[in-house]
């Protein structure tokens, strides 16, 4: 059954990180906007903070996020004055209306960035917004850039949970990609991390890259599962050389088909799965007594641009270019370009140049988007009860679907759409087709599983 929706719906689809999604923002939402949705944020409220560093010593060639490779250190210092800049400019905006409950480093590679320089950011942020006690902090972390100095400026900053991308532990694959990274480095990091009083490891795994197979899949997930994370993350290698110029670095011909690809997903999962890990959402995995799978257990998940979270904040502010901001009005992007963004942000400017405004069709579809993504599941009464006649329009579809399709992506159970457990892989191809914008948009996304 599997086999035949893998052939049927394994299209390409958005990985429903928000909704809407990125290619719809549009210049209207700019930095008007945005000093206009800082200023309105209520006071007392819980904000979550995401800062982005844009810069990497080497470029893997898997990688799609916004970043620039530099053997020079003085670009980043130089990023580091704007980067404040911009924090400061925010922070003044925010005042005391906000409370930061998490922080969230990625990049490109936060941990390029010298000790001394992690831990005067780390202190100008908790000198510019208003941290509670039990501030959540995770930094992405690369294992080759990684020394003593590094791990005590982590847990200097009060890093909370530290993300490690493994990838793929194969030779040859790690070549094909240009991220040689060994298990014996991932564990000196794992160790040092936990040695320092760190209380949450996450590691980041592909499937579907050159050269991958079911067998060197099942070598990395053995290997992993033996430093005991307490979170992993299960991602499928997207390949988007229309997007990523240096992704064209890797021969399509080393890439696993649409059929491996599935075969390697369900291997890795069940390989998990088998070490007590629960399943949180389409592709985390967590301990049972940690709080994600507490939170995915009491249906209080949620998804934004870092994947799954128990972070419940409404507001979510992105600093650094690229970096994307959600509030209660809709979603805002800084300019991508660092040399751009830099100017902007000089003198008391914002950065945001693209973002979107939702509506409240946006909004009824981004919940039933959301729960689908988290719970595979979502409640029909819910839906009427918090979006009234928006959400009576959306229960039509819902039953039409559940009724109608004769592949079962969607059942009603009860009160509730609930998506059969062979339907689950393909949860991105079900949610598409409660995106309007999807429908009529032109964007290319990556494959569904």
Known sequence: MQSALAARIGENVPRYTSYPTAPHFH????????????????SGGEISLYLHIPYCDRLCWFCACHTKQTRHYEPVAAYLRSL???????????????????VHFGGGSPTMLKPGDMVALGTFLRDSFDFVSDTKISVEIDPNEMDEARLDALAGIGMTRASLGVQDFDP?????????????????????????????????LLYGLPHQTRESVCSTLAQALTLEPDRM???GYAHVPWFKKHHTMIDEVWLPGPAERFVQSQLAARAIMDK????????????PGGALAIASRA???RRNFQGYTEDRCETLIGLGPSSIGRFRQGYVQNKTTTAEYEGMVAHGGLATVRGIALSDDDRVRGWIIER??????????DLVERFGKAGQKLLLQSSTMALHDPVRLLELDGDSFVVPAESRPFVRSIAAKFDKHF????????VAV
């Open 233 to 235: 993350a299960l991602f």
């Open 27 to 42: 210049a209207g939402v700019d930095a008007a906007v945005y000093r206009d949705w800082l200023e309105a944020l209520e």
């Open 439 to 446: 429908q009529s948009g032109t964007a290319r996304h990556s």
């Open 276 to 287: 007590g890990y629960e399943t949180i959402g389409l592709d985390h995995f967590a301990k």
């Open 172 to 204: 040859k694959v790690q070549k094909a990609i240009n991220r040689e990274q060994s298990f014996l480095q991932t564990k000196a990091v794992v160790d040092g991390v936990r040695s320092r009083g760190v209380g949450s490891v996450n590691l980041d």
């Open 84 to 102: 404040k800049a911009e924090i400061a400019t925010v922070a003044g905006l925010v005042s005391s209306k906000g409370h930061v409950r998490a």
């Open 372 to 381: 689908l993504m988290c719970d595979f599941a979502f409640s029909a009464v």
């Open 299 to 301: 249906g209080a998940l």
